[in-house]
């Protein structure tokens, strides 16, 4: 298994630029979520999905979309994105019969919007 | 709504000296508690958990941690650290009431271990 795995690595952005952080898994997890990490802060949660057609807002959802067409696929959308969106973004994972301390993160995306 | 402070930004410490991050919360609920580790350039690995039962829980790479329901605490300790536990270590907690486990995060306690 890959596990979770998340792309790009890396991505520099200008202001108002859009873009999508691609988050997939191959573990058949129902629950996946995404988190950002910013300096002093740990991780927040942005939007989360119990599963396929099914996503709920997290604790600092403003200026994301997400959508959930299959069970693997998670992506994250930024719209028009802005200097305060530089942050590390990491997906994360779980099965829904496991409990919350199961989960897997992705390696991250490291995102600077200029 | 619960929330977590990391008492330390930054702890360093000498190689084999033993090393005590401090993590407090706050919840109108009953709690599960978590400590994390980052390496650097890295996702987050899961070092220990408190579910239920015993307050002192063993994890992994020799950490352990005792939960203290009076004092809403959560430390993490280890007896002698390596070099490689050189990491972001971030303590979380979940509300038992909530069905999905949604995890609340400290801000995180860098730990540099020197020789």
């Known amino acids: 298994n890959a596990g979770v795995t998340q792309t790009p690595k890396f991505q520099v952005l200008k202001t108002g630029q859009s873009m999508t952080l691609q988050c997939a898994q191959d573990m058949n997890h129902e629950y996946m979520s995404w988190y950002r990490q910013d300096p002093g802060m740990g991780l927040r949660l942005i939007h989360y999905s119990v599963g396929a057609g099914i996503t709920d807002q997290g604790e600092v959802p403003n200026g994301y979309n997400v959508s959930r067409s299959t069970t693997e696929d998670f992506p994250l959308r930024l719209l028009s994105a802005a200097p305060s969106q530089t942050s590390v973004y990491f997906c994360?994972?779980?099965?829904?019969?496991?409990?919350?301390?199961?989960?897997?993160f992705g390696p991250g995306t490291r995102l600077l919007v200029l | 709504a619960q929330s977590v402070t990391q008492l330390d930004s930054q702890v360093p410490v000498f190689e084999e000296a033993p090393v005590e991050l401090r993590c407090n919360y706050s919840?109108?609920?009953?709690?599960?508690l978590f400590w994390y580790v980052q390496y650097p350039n890295q996702g987050l690995q899961l070092l220990l958990k408190y579910l239920s039962g015993s307050t002192l829980v063993k994890g992994i790479n020799g950490f352990e941690a005792e939960f203290n329901k009076s004092q809403t605490s959560f430390h993490l300790r280890k007896p002698s650290v390596h070099i490689s536990d050189t990491a972001e270590y971030f303590c979380a907690v979940s509300e038992t009431t909530d069905s999905w486990g949604k995890l609340q995060f400290g801000a995180g306690t860098q730990v540099v271990v020197t020789p």
């Open positions: 919840s109108s609920v009953s709690v599960y």
């Open positions: 994360a994972s779980r099965d829904r019969t496991s409990g919350v301390e199961t989960q897997y």
